[in-house]
């Protein structure tokens, strides 16, 4: 998978895309700024997605924290986002 400049800079300057960052991030990164896996699946266990595990389980980190977090944004919106 590649992600062209165009792309980051366009998901860059949503203001929704800072919002959301600014409240899964700190809760799912570790102290190094690298993705824990089993913080962010501990956030999607207690939002109601269970699944996620076995279902991403051949992806690297990085693309595992892409779709958690696309999986968790909607929730989110809905104002019914919990943290683990």
Known sequence: MEIT???RDSWMKNPETHAWESVIGPLYK???GSV???R???????N???DLRVRYAQ???GQIAMNVRNRLRPIWRAG???IA
């Open 40 to 46: 962010l699946f501990a956030i999607a266990d207690a």
């Open 80 to 82: 019914k986002f919990r």
């Open 36 to 38: 824990d896996v089993e």
């Open 48 to 50: 109601g997605l269970q």
């Open 5 to 7: 400049k165009l792309q």
């Open 59 to 61: 992806l690297n980190p």
């Open 30 to 32: 570790d102290g190094n």
